[in-house]
């Protein structure tokens, strides 16, 4: 090594170890120092430092003309800082001293320890918002790591892991915009408390219009296939017939379903028992399955589009049927009027009535070998009924014939007709309380046939007779009238 190298090496060192030693090429005292004088010959113009927006300028700090010092170096080199303007209130940054890493350091402690010493109140009053900031955000650092969970969530059998700050599980489904109806499930219950690593699970109900066995109605589950849900609701489906596949999901609106589950159904017919077992939506169908076949008119004892139920017994009905015309009577109906020509009391009947005549078509039936009630099935009249016309009489007729009302009347009807008004002989000729024949009875004023007359007109017709020919109209019986 030269003289010349040992000799810079060495006076590096001693700058590096005692910067303010004599022979130094700079000042070695703090460029922030309070009392320290300003240098005059420096032909640099340091600027406020606080200037809004910037924290600091950059200034030439080099002299526009003059030698340089000492040590060769011109007053930047040296590191030689001007005082700071009257009024400001934090100094210009500091610009690295030479002599290395370890004398700025120096620097920058020295610093701290004046700014510590002899900052202003004002600065306290600036510098303190900004502490109050960072205290939060790192307060709020920790509480964020604190309250964060990750919590497993799974809705209708999809998982996902998140992270959450729900303190329960209603904060979590409100987080999520879950809504939970009175049909779904959640596990663990509404308002648990939750920890990290949590596991939520959500179920939602599913309407299911459910059809069994042919009564509908509907349920609710939480099942998200048709299998999972007849498990659910505990439907025996072990041969049953389904309406949709097991595999067929079930979404939120939910479906219908026709369950028809095995029954035993027996059928008698021909004198003897089939038994099968079915899941047949009809009896027809069930009917099929046997083999048994219904000819013409053969029925069953229920309708063949009924549900089989389990245990029932339908027998098959084989019937055999023919038509059969019969003629049958119609019966007259019977008019009446009032006729003032007749006395009152009797009717006269003016015109006779005739029945009718209808054939009729019947049904005749023979069910396994019985012989049903016949049923009509249709009607033609062939002749219609006439009606029969009766006159009733009004006219008031005296009951006294002079010469005729002091013989005993009564005596001689008892002894004609027995005392009764509508006795006929057995000829069919004479009748009525007297025995009148027709022509007498018309001849003395009377109508119709005298056994239709009141017993007051039958005597009152007698005692006329009486007086124009005395008792012969009675041969035997006329003795009677004189007692």
């Not at 479906?255 to 899941?279: H, I, P, Q």
């Not at 008019?335 to 209808?358: F, M, N, S």
């Not at 002079?402 to 002989?425: F, K, S, T, Y």
């Not at 025995?435 to 056994?451: E, K, M, S």
Request: contains cysteine; glycine residues 10%; proline residues 7%.
């Amino acid at each position: 090594m030269s003289h010349s190298q040992s000799s810079h090496r060495a006076a590096r060192g001693r700058r590096g170890r005692n910067p303010g030693a004599a022979g130094s090429s700079y000042e070695a005292k703090a460029p922030y120092e309070a009392k320290a004088p300003y240098d005059a010959k420096a032909s640099f113009e340091v600027k406020s430092p606080y200037v809004q927006r910037a924290p600091y300028q950059r200034h030439d700090l080099r002299t526009p003309s003059g030698p340089p010092g000492p040590s060769g170096l011109t007053p930047r080199q040296t590191g030689t800082s001007p005082a700071p303007a009257p009024g400001s209130l934090r100094p210009a940054p500091v610009l690295p001293a030479p002599g290395g890493r370890a004398a700025a350091r120096r620097a920058v402690r020295q610093t701290g320890r004046r700014r510590r010493h002899g900052t202003s109140p004002e600065a306290l009053r600036r510098l303190l918002p900004r502490a109050l900031v960072v205290a939060f955000l790192a307060g709020g650092t920790t509480a964020f790591i604190a309250h964060d969970k990750a919590v497993r969530l799974t809705v209708d059998g999809t998982p996902r892991t998140l992270h959450t700050f729900a303190d329960d599980v209603d904060d979590l489904l409100a987080d999520e915009h879950l809504d939970i109806g009175r049909h779904d499930i959640v596990a663990p219950a509404r308002g648990t408390v939750l920890s990290s690593g949590d596991d939520v699970v959500v179920r939602h109900g599913r309407p299911v219009v459910l059809t069994i066995d042919g009564e509908r109605r509907q349920v609710w589950t939480t099942a998200d296939t048709v299998d999972a849900a007849l498990r659910q609701l505990g439907v025996r489906a072990e041969g049953a017939f389904l309406s949709l596949s097991r595999s067929r999901r079930i979404d939120r609106h939910g479906l219908e379903l026709a369950v028809r589950t095995e029954r035993s159904v027996v059928f008698v017919a021909d004198g003897r028992e089939y038994r099968v077992r079915t899941n047949a939506a009809t009896v027809r169908e069930a009917l099929a399955e046997t083999g048994l076949a219904l000819r013409d008119e053969d029925t069953t004892s229920v309708p063949q589009d009924s549900f089989p139920r389990e245990g029932q017994t339908v027998s098959v009905l084989r019937i055999t049927g023919s038509r059969e015309v019969r003629e049958e009577s119609v019966p007259f109906r019977t008019i009446k009027r009032i006729d003032p020509q007749l006395t009152r009391g009797t009717e006269a009947v003016v015109q006779q009535g005739r029945p009718g005549v209808r054939r009729v078509t019947y049904r005749l039936r023979t069910v396994n070998g019985v012989a049903e009630k016949p049923k009509r099935l249709g009607t033609h009249v062939v002749r219609k009924p006439r009606p029969q016309i009766v006159h009733i009489g009004t006219k008031i007729l005296p009951t006294s014939v002079q010469g005729a009302d002091h013989l005993a009347w009564d005596a001689l009807a008892r002894c004609e007709a027995g005392g009764r008004p509508n006795a006929v002989d057995a000829s069919g000729t004479y009748g009525g309380l007297y025995q009148f024949d027709v022509a007498t009875w018309q001849r003395l004023g009377g109508t119709g046939r005298p056994q239709d007359a009141p017993a007051l007109e039958q005597t009152f017709r007698a005692k006329k007779l009486y007086i124009t020919r005395g008792a012969s109209p009675w041969p035997v019986c006329g003795r009677k009238l004189h007692r």
